[in-house]
Structure formats: C-alpha cells, structure tokens
C-alpha cells in the first residue's frame, strides 16, 4: 500500500512539473547562416617547356638542357625526380632542321618551393614556365568545419529574433546542405606570370606572390517557434 501511494506522489508531482514546462509551437523561423576563412595553398603545379633552338645562339640539345634543368634543381633542394614528363614533341624549322621540345610539370609543397624553382629555371635558362594550379591540403577538413560554422550561425541569429519577441527557439524544423563556395585568388597571378614569360621577359625578375584562397559556406535553416504555456 505504502508503494502504489509512494508512485501515486511521484506521477503528481511529475505532472504538476510537466504542466509548468509546456511549450507549443506557433509558427517556424528561416535564416541564413554564413561562414567564411581565407587559407594559404600550399600545393601546386608548375609547368615548363624545355626547347631545342629556343632563343638566339641557343646550340644546347634538348639532352643538354634537361641535365642542366637537372643540375639547377638539385642546386636549389628540389628532388629532380618530382619532374615528370608530360609530352615530347619535334618539330621542323626552316624545312630541314628537327628541334624537339619536352613539357614537363612539377608538383611541389609550400610556395617557398615555388619560389626555388623558378630562380632555378633561371639559372636553367627556362625560358617557358608558368604556375598552372594551387590547392590547400586540407581543404575536404575546412568544407566541413565551414559547414558545421555555418549551421551554428544559424542558429545564432534565429536565437536573437526569436528571443526579441519574447518567444524561445525549437529544434530545427529543416536544414538545407550547406553550400560552400572557393575561390581561387592565384588564378589571376598564374595568368600575369604566364604571359611575362612568354613576352619573353626574364624568369628571375618575375615578381611572384603567393595568393589567399577564400573559402565561405552558406546553409538555410528552419527552426520551430516555441511559446510557454502557463
């Protein structure tokens, strides 16, 4: 008998605490919630062409200018072996001399490298080169702590409108996927230094610097707006 009453207080007082605590949902609020951060690449892709009879008094043969293109990047604490072939071409000049030409791409890590490579196309006497592509390694780990900011932004800002009409916030009613947004700044230098070399103005003055990628996220979120029941 002391045990049926015993649960008989406790379902009351449960009741009595639940009466207190109601909540029902009069309508939804959607936001926008944002997140941005700028990073440094730290990745890149360098093309260069070596070819045969490539300026005035230019007698080296396409052997003679790899072994010095060799010699300029172990000069400069570069692993030769990252140099790899992408196409080997011949082509005629003046109808009775064959002068082959070899693309090559270099793929390097930190933009200090970038740097010592193109002072050792100089010193090569590279006279094509350009930056062709960069990206930050950890960029699938920033997308996603963009995202997670993002929905915290969100919910941020629905809290403040909620609040300041005296109503409290529900848990999400939806959430779309967030969408997240690169851009790539060095595209633009990649370009300018390209075109330098190709004016044939010389490597070693080319002033190279290094460009931020500006990554954001954006995500619609509806959440639930709840009122108090006295």
Not at 61 to 85: C, F, N, R, Y
Not at 104 to 111: K, V, W
Not at 115 to 125: I, M, S
Not at 155 to 171: C, N, P, W, Y
């Amino acid at each position: 008998m002391k045990k049926i009453f015993l649960m008989l207080c406790l379902a009351c007082v449960a009741l009595g605490a639940s009466a207190q605590d109601v909540a029902v949902q009069c309508g939804t609020v959607s936001v926008m919630g944002e997140a941005k951060v700028s990073v440094e690449p730290d990745e890149f892709v360098v093309e260069l062409t070596l070819m045969e009879g490539d300026g005035k008094n230019d007698r080296l043969t396409i052997v003679e200018k790899h072994k010095k293109l060799v010699a300029a990047l172990k000069k400069a604490g570069i692993d030769p072996s990252l140099l790899k072939t992408d196409d080997i071409s011949n082509s005629r000049y003046k109808r009775k001399d064959t002068r082959t030409s070899i693309r090559y791409e270099l793929e390097l890590n930190g933009f200090d490298k970038v740097l010592a490579a193109f002072d050792a196309f100089a010193e090569a006497g590279v006279r094509q080169a350009r930056l062709a592509s960069s990206k930050y390694s950890r960029e699938k780990q920033v997308r996603e702590e963009l995202m997670a900011e993002a929905v915290r932004d969100a919910k941020q800002k629905a809290t403040i409108l909620v609040e300041a009409a005296d109503m409290s916030l529900g848990v999400p009613q939806s959430i779309e996927m967030p969408s997240v947004n690169v851009y790539m700044g060095t595209l633009r230098t990649m370009n300018y230094k390209s075109a330098a070399v190709e004016a044939e103005e010389s490597l070693a003055d080319l002033n190279l610097q290094q460009q931020q990628i500006e990554m954001s996220a954006r995500v619609n979120v509806t959440y639930k707006i709840m009122q108090k029941v006295e």
